[in-house]
């Protein structure tokens, strides 16, 4: 049986996707919250720039995977405009619900799916733009995850990956203070789990750092791959372009 990583836990590979979407039912309805009391609110800049990155224009058509509660579905849907397209998507029901109620709540709809982005459900070539927001570190088989969305990129379409990544070097030590310290005690006040959020920080710890990641999309699909370090490298954003 082979093997993989679930935080610092050496787990069955078939054993992961579940554990991984029991701590996301547990987050899932304070998942907002704790995201402004962990980055201080950044992540609402990170995501800012993440879409303006993808310079979308009307007509577009997107794919969102690890859409989760849906911000950047819905800043994305504001782009397409009524030609374009978003579709919105996770593997985890509960998060997906909850970013579908929210979207009709502010009174956009848009296609909802619960998919796998390692046996994605859409044709060759058919999207513009491809984006996954803190979701990659969580799939099994990154690399199989990443010729997916190559796959259903036209030729020239854009992949963007933001993802928590390796931190400058001087900041390390604080870092990993806050993320082994302050953040699991955050879960259990904020949402009542410590565990998920002990299981966040260790993932990011296992996820590959800036360079290992360009590689990889490199080697899946992806002929031209950057990125861009936001907040000392507590994430980047990574840009693909398909062959």
Not at 6 to 11: K, P
Request: aromatic fraction near 8%; glycine fraction near 10%; proline fraction near 3%.
């Amino acid at each position: 049986m082979s093997t993989t990583h679930f935080g610092f836990e050496t787990v069955e590979e078939q054993d992961k996707a579940r554990r991984v979407r029991g701590v996301f039912d547990s987050v899932a309805s304070k998942y907002d919250v704790m995201n402004d009391f962990m980055s201080a609110g950044l992540h609402r800049a990170w995501k800012a720039y993440t879409v303006m990155v993808a310079n979308l224009r009307e007509g577009d058509q997107v794919l969102d995977i690890a859409g989760g509660t849906g911000d950047l579905s819905l800043a994305f849907a504001k782009k397409v405009g009524a030609t374009g397209r978003v579709v919105h998507t996770d593997i985890n029901e509960a998060m997906l619900r909850v970013g579908r109620d929210r979207l009709i709540d502010k009174g956009v709809v848009l296609p909802t799916l619960v998919c796998d982005a390692e046996k994605l459900p859409f044709p060759d070539g058919h999207f513009d733009l491809v984006s996954v927001a803190f979701g990659l570190r969580n799939m099994t088989h990154k690399d199989q995850a990443l010729a997916e969305m190559c796959r259903v990129l036209r030729p020239g379409g854009r992949l963007l990956v933001l993802e928590f990544s390796k931190i400058a070097q001087p900041l390390a030590k604080a870092y990993d203070w806050y993320s082994f310290n302050v953040l699991p005690r955050l879960g259990q006040f904020v949402a009542g789990d410590a565990d998920s959020y002990r299981y966040l920080a260790e993932s990011i710890r296992m996820h590959p750092g800036q360079e290992e990641l360009k590689a990889l999309m490199q080697n899946n699909g992806f002929g031209h791959v950057d990125y861009h370090n936001m907040t000392g490298g507590i994430v980047a954003l990574h840009m693909g372009i398909k062959c």
